[in-house]
């Protein structure tokens, strides 16, 4: 009898981890695109709810394509499926305010490729070996997968926000838990941390690599604003107040009419908001939802504060002052539980801001992941070493002034597309995202 050499044995130990959470991944990636696919009828899967957003057919084949892209005929060199439909969902090539228009697979045959699909990326995902090219090394390529379908289930999400008609999406408030008791801001020491990463497996480009960052010490707001916080804002005529506002986000509200976030409407001096297909009162303890980057800054500079830089928020949520080491999450390197943070629409709203005890930073900040994603002044960057991949599209074509960078994560974002160093971006304008923000200041304001 041959003995196994010990380290053969841990890393084919380590390749059956990484297969089990692949599949898991995929799994639970496909079970939500399919609730969001399943709860309406066909003509709301092919209408077009906002000029902002695909029809919801149109995202479910998307999914399909991207799978069959790279899973099939890029890491097991199949033939391909449908190449005739490669052009009609490529994100590219058509706007969203177009899509409606293009002859889209119906909604029957989109869910039978997105199936025929996934039941083949998943025979080639049981015999995979996760070594020999930087695609399959970690199983890279089905995690970004598995991240690509949630992040287009949280727009699909956005769509049914849209959506008008009744209730389709049902989900229980997230329980009262222990609200913060402690100051409303905490300073984060000055000093250097180690930004970004370059060992997270499924990590996608603008993600890597970890470097070295200064940051001054700086003050950041315990929890995200409230809705309450930014009434007063409202109340205090920051809409009508140009000294609050970058020029162009000043000609932006001006030029639409806007005077509150996304959604809301004052009715008999209450304001309300729709939710899903519900109307109700705005929550006054939740975090301020539906709000665009100019409407944050705005805020803030009433407020005396600014926005937090991107490496300020990223030090906030990953150093550990006492180790010296960025963590993968705030609370440690184990993946997030229900205990943590409100991830995965396992609600379909933000939990009270100062929730989530367990996922407070080692200084005392809470609800960096989770809840809202959180605007922060910088401009999405690559950074220091980056190298595109696998495709220049992913990030490298959004880098500039023209994209704001968001972090966090929302209750919209499954944990497979989120973690410390997960980057989002979006245009300064954009309000239909689960955008929320926190405020800072200067150690010497």
Request: charged share 25%; net charge negative; with cysteine.
């Amino acid at each position: 009898m041959i003995d196994t050499p010990a380290a053969d044995k841990e890393a084919a130990v380590d390749v059956e981890k990484l297969r089990r959470r692949a599949i898991s991944a995929l799994i639970t990636a496909r079970n939500r695109t399919t609730l969001l696919t399943s709860c309406v009828d066909e003509p709301d899967l092919t209408a077009q709810h906002s000029p902002l957003m695909s029809p919801l057919v149109w995202d479910l084949a998307h999914i399909g394509n991207q799978e069959e892209q790279w899973l099939l005929r890029t890491v097991a060199g199949h033939e391909a499926i449908r190449p005739e439909i490669d052009n009609l969902y490529d994100a590219f090539e058509h706007p969203r305010s177009a899509r409606p228009n293009l002859p889209l697979l119906p909604p029957k045959e989109a869910r039978r490729y997105a199936a025929d699909v996934r039941g083949r990326a998943l025979d080639v995902l049981h015999t995979a070996e996760f070594h020999g090219t930087r695609l399959t090394e970690a199983g890279f390529a089905f995690g970004m997968i598995a991240q690509h379908e949630q992040q287009h289930d949280e727009t699909m999400l956005i769509t049914h926000q849209f959506r008008t008609g009744p209730q389709a999406l049902h989900a229980p408030d997230p329980e009262p838990g222990p609200l913060v008791t402690g100051p409303p801001e905490i300073l984060i020491p000055g000093g250097a941390f180690a930004m970004g990463t370059s060992d997270e497996p499924w990590a996608l480009d603008n993600e890597r690599p970890a470097h070295r960052r200064e940051v001054p010490a700086f003050w950041i707001d315990t929890a995200p604003v409230t809705n309450s916080a930014y009434q007063a804002f409202i109340t205090d005529g920051g809409y009508d107040d140009s000294r609050w506002w970058a020029s162009e986000g000043w000609a932006y509200i001006r030029r639409n009419d806007i005077t509150a976030p996304l959604f809301w409407h004052q009715d008999c001096g209450q304001w309300l908001r729709r939710r899903f297909g519900v109307m109700e009162v705005v929550p006054p303890d939740e975090p301020v939802l539906h709000v665009c980057w100019y409407e944050a800054d705005a805020y803030a500079r009433w407020a005396k504060r600014r926005l937090p830089a991107e490496a300020e928020w990223e030090k906030a949520t990953r150093h550990d002052p006492v180790s010296g080491r960025s963590r993968r999450y705030p609370w440690g390197d184990e993946d997030p539980t229900p205990d943590h943070a409100n991830l995965g629409q396992r609600h379909l709203r933000p939990a009270p801001a100062g929730s989530y005890p367990a996922g407070e930073s080692p200084l005392g900040v809470r609800q960096l992941i989770g809840d809202v994603w959180e605007w922060t002044a910088s401009d999405f960057r690559a950074y220091p070493g980056f190298t595109a991949f696998p495709y220049k599209e992913y990030s490298e074509v959004f880098f500039g002034p023209g994209y704001k960078v968001l972090r966090g994560g929302s209750f919209a974002v499954d944990q497979v597309a989120c973690r410390g160093t997960f980057r989002n971006w979006d245009h300064p304008m954009r309000r239909q995202i689960f955008s929320g923000f926190r405020t800072a200041r200067d150690m010497a304001t």
